[in-house]
């Protein structure tokens, strides 16, 4: 089954589509997972967006934007005008190529870095290296992050420094070294999640630096309001992104059933949170949100 295989109106319909349902075919990969070898393949395109210009003539960087909702971002913030650099492992290339063409085919520039996020070195370059791309930077989207399903007493101490210098630390550091090119009307958005808020069974590390990207974000925000510079967070709740069958905590079995058990009986398709991150990112539609994590959670509902 492809992710076209299940599109009930064309592009130019408003009612809704009939998004694939799990189960899907069983599926494993090793971490950190391909795009293009996940079935049905999640959908990025959002082919029913109608972009408005909204971020014309800024630059965007995405940590994660090889795949999943990263890609999916990179693609709409290009649609609105916007050029992008995306950070990704040196393994994740062949996605970061196709994330490249859609881009560029929006005729916008894709800058690639490729690196690791728990370097801290490579913090910096990241930030120096788009710069000097496009000159400037605007907006600066940190949603790179680990996952690996276990018990608490299954986890050593090389597993939590490597979660939490992906998760956290990285988009602490990101978000130091842009601040130093950041101007008026700039925006950080971080990928938080629904395990942040409400915990999640076996993934006590993870859980734990979502809910650090939320109290940041939140700190961030305060901090930055004389500035002019708004601080997001979106909190997705289950996404079909290579996440999932990459998670060495999870079955065959159960990866392919991913989602099931939310309020929609699915995943969320990573088209499907973009908007949200272009909608924090606009100054046309949120000038007045900052230090808010925006919950699209797929029928879950809290007051985090």
Not at 47 to 64: D, P, S
Not at 89 to 95: C, G, I
Not at 131 to 148: H, P
Not at 247 to 271: C, I, V, Y
Request: with cysteine.
């Amino acid at each position: 089954m492809s992710a076209t295989d299940t599109v009930a109106q064309p592009a130019d319909s408003a009612a809704p589509m009939k998004e694939p349902k799990p189960p899907f075919q069983p599926q494993r990969q090793q971490p950190p997972g391909l795009e293009s070898e996940v079935q049905p393949a999640p959908r990025f395109e959002a082919l029913r967006y109608k972009a408005a210009g909204k971020l014309t003539g800024q630059a965007a960087l995405i940590t994660g934007g090889d795949s999943g909702i990263g890609r999916a971002v990179a693609v709409l913030y290009a649609r609105e005008g916007a050029d992008v650099a995306i950070v990704y492992l040196p393994e994740e290339q062949s996605d970061a190529e196709t994330t490249r063409r859609a881009v560029e085919e929006c005729g916008r520039r894709c800058e690639q870095i490729p690196g690791d996020l728990a370097d801290p070195e490579f913090c910096d370059d990241v930030i120096e290296r788009t710069v000097k791309a496009f000159g400037r930077l605007d907006i600066l989207v940190s949603n790179a992050a680990r996952q690996s399903r276990k018990e608490l007493a299954q986890l050593d101490d090389a597993d939590l420094q490597r979660t939490f210098e992906t998760n956290i630390f990285a988009y602490m550091r990101l978000a130091r070294a842009a601040l130093r090119h950041m101007k008026r009307g700039a925006a950080i958005i971080a990928t938080s999640s629904q395990t942040g808020i409400q915990g999640s069974h076996r993934l006590p590390d993870y859980s734990a630096t979502k809910g650090a990207i939320n109290a940041f974000t939140k700190s961030l925000a305060i901090d930055l309001i004389e500035r002019g510079i708004r601080v997001n967070a979106v909190a997705p709740g289950p996404v079909w992104t290579p996440l999932n069958p990459s998670d060495t905590g999870l079955t065959a079995e159960k990866a392919g059933k991913f989602g099931s058990d939310s309020p929609m009986k699915r995943p969320a398709q990573p088209e499907e949170l973009a908007p949200a991150y272009v909608f924090l990112a606009s100054n046309a539609d949120s000038s007045y949100i900052t230090g808010t994590v925006l919950q699209v959670m797929g029928g879950e509902t809290t007051g985090g």
